[in-house]
């Protein structure tokens, strides 16, 4: 257990629906990510938020859109998305300016038909 | 950002014997860091070492770090089972607060 929770852990959707991916942290980090992991990739970082604020988007399609409320929740929401999407989404979170160390919630496992 | 390289991409060994893989990376780091990821799971963070230090230890893992060769190496000794997972170096920007992740090294350990 890393403090770091996310739901759901799996989730199936088709190419119109609109979903959401949930995470929450509990260790009072003030920094909150947004990884995806594809087989035989390396991690791909797609959102970073700072202090509750937007610092990274790394050219990440508009069909995934974040949304960080307040330090301790993090989401993604999903819609419109292409079977290439399907992937292991994962959410970390870290203190800023410690050294960078980040912990990882165990990831949601999307498959879109 | 850069990314590490770990090698080998994959790893097979018998329970009991040591595993070894490295890191290389390009430019100046403050720090280098090891994740593990069981299968399908989230990464777990496993040591930390800076760029003053050469060695640090935890547990059964033995982390080394060159700077002169830009290099790390982590070292799991006595192999367990439960040891297999896939290794990720990770090496955070000069912002502190993003990490760049290598492509990992896949270590399966035989009982």
């Known amino acids: 257990e890393t403090g770091v929770t996310q739901t759901p852990r799996h989730l199936v959707m088709g190419m119109t629906n609109k979903k959401s991916l949930k995470c929450e942290q509990h260790l009072g980090h003030n920094a909150m990510y947004w990884y995806k992991q594809s087989a035989k990739k390396p991690l791909e970082l797609m959102f970073v938020y700072s202090l509750e604020e937007r610092v990274e988007n790394n050219s990440v399609p508009s069909r995934f859109s974040p949304e960080c409320p307040n330090s301790s929740h993090l989401f993604l929401h999903l819609h419109t998305l292409q079977p290439e999407d399907s992937a292991l989404y994962l959410c970390a979170s870290s203190v800023v300016g410690a050294s960078g160390e980040q912990y990882f919630g165990p990831g949601t496992r999307l498959t879109v038909t | 950002s850069q990314q590490g390289e770990e090698d080998p991409q994959a790893l097979s060994i018998q329970e009991g014997e040591n595993a070894t893989m490295n890191c290389s990376y390009k430019?100046?780091?403050?720090?280098l860091q090891w994740y593990r990821q069981n299968s399908g799971r989230g990464l777990v963070h496993l040591i930390l070492i800076r760029s003053n230090e050469r060695e640090k230890h935890s547990g059964r893992l033995r982390v080394t770090l060159d700077t002169s060769k830009k290099s790390s190496s982590l070292l799991i000794t006595a192999s367990r089972a439960a040891d297999t997972a896939s290794y990720f170096c990770a090496l955070p920007s000069s912002n502190d607060y993003k990490l760049s992740f290598g492509a990992g090294t896949t270590v399966t350990v035989r009982a």
């Open positions: 430019t100046s780091i403050n720090n």
